[in-house]
């Protein structure tokens, strides 16, 4: 059974910085791009972060571009996102994924990890 469980969140003022975990278990993610995605309440889920499937390039929304970064281990069955300079608008549950080939379509999701960033 494949799991993706993420830790991590939490409340943070605005300025701050948080690192979210990502840890994936029940098959290997050899060929799968490790990624996390986000959403805000009354929005649609938007991609912020992933590592390819390769594991040798990172990749950023525009808007986390430069203050957050992804990295992995364990030949990506963990994943983290250290976001800094976080704002309100980065209030959202975040979620981890597992996208094949980088397809820009996950196969597996964890179930999320709430960050609520206060003005």
């Known amino acids: 059974q494949v799991q993706l469980v993420e830790s991590g969140g939490g409340l943070v003022e605005a300025g701050g910085s948080l690192r979210l975990t990502c840890v994936a278990s029940g098959r290997s993610f050899k060929n799968y791009a490790m990624v996390w995605y986000r959403q805000a309440p009354g929005k649609e889920r938007e991609f912020v972060a992933g590592?390819?499937?390769?594991?040798?390039?990172?990749y950023y929304a525009d808007s986390v571009r430069g203050r957050s970064t992804v990295s992995s281990a364990n030949d990506k069955s963990t994943l983290y996102l250290q976001l800094n300079s976080l704002q309100p608008e980065d209030t959202a549950v975040y979620y981890c994924?597992?996208?094949?080939?980088?397809?820009?379509?996950?196969?597996?999701w964890g179930q999320g990890t709430q960050v609520t960033v206060s003005p």
């Open positions: 590592v390819s499937w390769s594991g040798g390039r990172t």
């Open positions: 994924a597992a996208d094949p080939y980088e397809s820009g379509t996950p196969e597996y």
